[in-house]
């Protein structure tokens, strides 16, 4: 890096959001970054310097330890590139989700914002933590008393065309969360995720927000979802068709999937709040690999070191061990069952409602098998 301004800086607009005693919230670009305060302290020299290295350096020197001209501009160099601060004009619009491909915008941030005023009284506090207590407790609840799902091929159409209804919804709790505790949020957009299609929620600008706010904001998409199910049992209560029932059960089982914490779902950016951990896997998956090279000579730091490796490690035990029950339970069926449907597809399509309708509890395992399968790899491979 050479001693002149840093040009790619210049028109950047960043700013500072207290987070607790060792660190602050940097938000640019519309992206957010945990910094402590040295880093705070090295780009307010640099803005304050108009990105000078020469200038910037000097100073650098007269608050903090001494450090070679070369020493200084790899420190520079390193930081800029961790906190996306050295893209150019072109590259700052592109935001990027690792794990969502193909994203394409359907609501803009103005309008998802404006809409989602409406859930926003839900999100009171107190008012939350009873409703989601009981919501969900009931929600568990009637699912221990479903033991087969019986549904009718009519009401595979309206499980389908619930599930889209539901799960766009549920992306809207999100953004009323955010935009109550932060009065920003972002746009809702649908992308692919692993094979299936998926809605996802910009709420980047929840991380400056308190804990508990970012806790309540990850947990709002099924919070929303629950009033959605206990508008079904009210339904069910009405007409006393117990193929509503099954759909509230089903849907209580997409519930719990997103809320397990090993897989880029719901759960997962709850234990990254609990932990205060903005990039949970790949630390994680650090942690554990460091761990696995020298088991003997490994060293943490702290508790949240030794939170991040359990995590890691416990993550990689409990996928194994769900692939290997469902491998036991159902055997053959995870092959043969995905190989029927694509054969009934293609060779007899008016038969395809019929086929899942008699076997939608393997469809569901099936999915949820392989899409824990392909999460695994992955991860093993980068370990």
Request: a positive charge; charged letters at 20%; proline letters at 3%.
């Amino acid at each position: 890096m050479k001693s002149e301004m840093l040009n790619t800086m210049t028109d950047i607009n960043f700013s500072f959001t207290k987070k607790n005693d060792q660190n602050w919230i940097l938000e640019h670009s519309e992206k957010f970054f945990i910094v402590s305060d040295e880093i705070k302290s090295l780009l307010e020299l640099l803005k304050k310097n108009q990105f000078n290295l020469d200038e910037s350096y000097k100073d650098f020197i007269l608050e903090f330890d001494y450090v070679s001209t070369e020493d200084f501009n790899h420190i520079v160099k390193d930081n800029l590139e961790t906190l996306e601060l050295n893209q150019t004009n072109n590259d700052k619009s592109i935001k990027k989700k690792s794990f969502i491909l193909f994203e394409t915008k359907l609501i803009s941030k103005e309008n998802a914002a404006k809409i989602s005023k409406i859930f926003q009284p839900l999100f009171q506090p107190t008012f939350f933590w009873i409703a989601f207590t009981l919501l969900f407790s009931f929600s568990i609840y009637n699912l221990t008393q479903i033991h087969h799902f019986h549904l009718e091929k009519e009401y595979m159409l309206f499980l389908f065309i619930f599930y889209i209804f539901s799960a766009f919804i549920h992306e809207f709790g999100h953004i009323a969360a955010c935009n109550r505790f932060t009065k920003r949020s972002g746009e809702i957009g649908i992308g692919i995720y692993f094979i299936f299609p998926v809605f996802y929620s910009n709420i980047t600008p929840i991380w400056s927000a308190k804990k508990q706010e970012r806790i309540i904001t990850n947990l709002a998409g099924v919070y929303v979802q629950l009033f959605i199910i206990l508008g079904l049992f009210i339904t069910y209560l009405f007409t006393a068709n117990h193929q509503i029932q099954d759909v509230i059960a089903i849907s209580t089982i997409i519930i719990l999937y997103q809320l397990i914490p090993f897989i880029r779902s719901d759960g997962y950016w709850i234990i990254s709040d609990l932990t205060d951990t903005p990039n949970l896997l790949p630390s994680s998956s650090k942690k554990v690999k460091e761990f696995l090279k020298n088991p003997f000579k490994f060293k943490v730091q702290n508790r949240k070191d030794w939170l991040i490796l359990l995590y890691g490690l416990f993550n990689q035990i409990i996928m194994i061990y769900v692939i290997i029950s469902i491998i036991r339970a159902y055997r053959y069926q995870l092959i043969a069952g995905p190989i029927e449907l694509i054969k009934t597809i293609f060779n007899q399509p008016t038969e395809t409602l019929t086929y899942l309708t008699s076997n939608i509890e393997l469809m569901i395992i099936s999915i949820v098998f392989y899409m824990i399968l392909f999460n695994l790899i992955k991860r093993l491979l980068k370990i």
